[in-house]
T-cell receptor, first 108, second 113 residues
């Protein structure tokens, strides 16, 4: 399966701290995407990184991709209570294959 | 900002009944998808649709499921005879290009009693 698998499963941090989560996958990819899901709601696309890119930034988000290790990381800097959500990486083979996600809780 | 919409937000049905879940993808998108998420589990791909036909489907998408784009704006998922295990959140998504970001709707929570 191409799906991404996130690590850790859960993360609890204080507001203002950084949150880092990792994703590993098994096969070659065209791109990898990160999504956020607030409890019981739809998925929101955060960032897409292509296989020929190593790092990408979007606001307080930084994503890295290491295709040799088949891994990606998502860093959220200066976290806020509103960042509390589940975060998923998804490998793309026209369809998205999601992992189980990392649940991030940001304490005020 | 354009968004994907889904109706209804919550559907309760009796086992064995047919349900139709509706989606309005972003208007200039060409690729359409259905995913589902059973409570507490991963988001799972069901089916992708392009150029008025199914381009890929998962093992979950058996002959009880069908999709249709009945007009230029709607994209529907039909479950012919619902089972208890069909209870889940169903998400519609669309994208402009095959490998680009997908925009998800808010989901329909299907409860089969």
């Amino acid at each position: 399966s191409q799906q991404g698998e996130e690590d850790p499963q859960a993360l609890s941090i204080q507001e203002g701290e950084n949150a880092t989560m990792n994703c590993s996958y098994k096969t070659s990819i065209n791109n990898l995407q990160w999504y956020r899901q607030n409890s019981g709601r739809g998925l929101v696309h955060l960032i897409l990184i292509r296989s020929n890119e190593r790092e990408k930034h979007s606001g307080r988000l930084r994503v890295t991709l290491d295709t040799s290790k088949k891994s990606s990381s998502l860093l959220i800097t200066a976290s806020r209570a509103a960042d509390t959500a589940s975060y998923f990486c998804a490998t793309v083979d026209y369809k998205l294959s999601f992992g189980a996600g990392t649940t991030v809780t940001v304490r005020a | 900002e354009p968004e994907v919409t889904q109706t209804p937000s919550h559907q309760v049905t009796q086992m064995g009944q047919e349900v139709i879940l509706r989606c309005v993808p972003i208007s200039n998108h060409l690729y359409f998808y259905w995913y589902r998420q059973i409570l507490g589990q991963k988001v799972e791909f069901l089916v992708s649709f392009y150029n008025n036909e199914i381009s890929e489907k998962s093992e979950i998408f058996d002959d009880q499921f069908s999709v249709e784009r009945p007009d230029g704006s709607n994209f529907t998922l039909k479950i012919r005879s619902t089972k208890l295990e069909d209870s889940a959140m169903y998400f519609c998504a669309s994208s402009g290009l095959a490998d680009n970001e997908q925009f998800f709707g808010p989901g329909t929570r299907l409860t089969v009693l």
